[in-house]
């Protein structure tokens, strides 16, 4: 839903706030589980960092420039796959680094990094 607002919703009046709130008039001042309004009557998500919308806004705002089709779940599940993926990769590498520079070999170093990346990719 967030993902949806952000893409009609004007960016001046989300602020790249967690919105569950569409663009519609009827939406506004309506509210909605852990919601917190702001005054366009726009309710924001406060449970959950925005961080964690800005790419998945990204690519449906692209997606949508450029099909013209809304976002759908099969993107937003695809753009969430890609963002694990792209993170235990990185947690991987740091996690060698990490135990290289603690004076563990290589070997160990890898399955240090492989069990760090299946413990972030397997725990959700």
Known sequence: MTVTAW????LAESRLLPLVTLANPRDKHTAWGATVPNKYGDYIYASFPPAGFFVPALLA???LQLTG????LASMVASNCMLGLIAALLLSRLTCRVAIASGVDATGAAIAGTLA???LLFSR
């Not at 893409?7 to 004007?10: A, D, F, I």
């Not at 089709?69 to 759908?72: A, E, F, G, H, V």
């Open 7 to 10: 893409t009609e919703v004007p």
């Open 61 to 63: 705002r692209t997606q």
């Open 69 to 72: 089709l809304p976002p759908t």
């Open 117 to 119: 990346a299946s413990v």
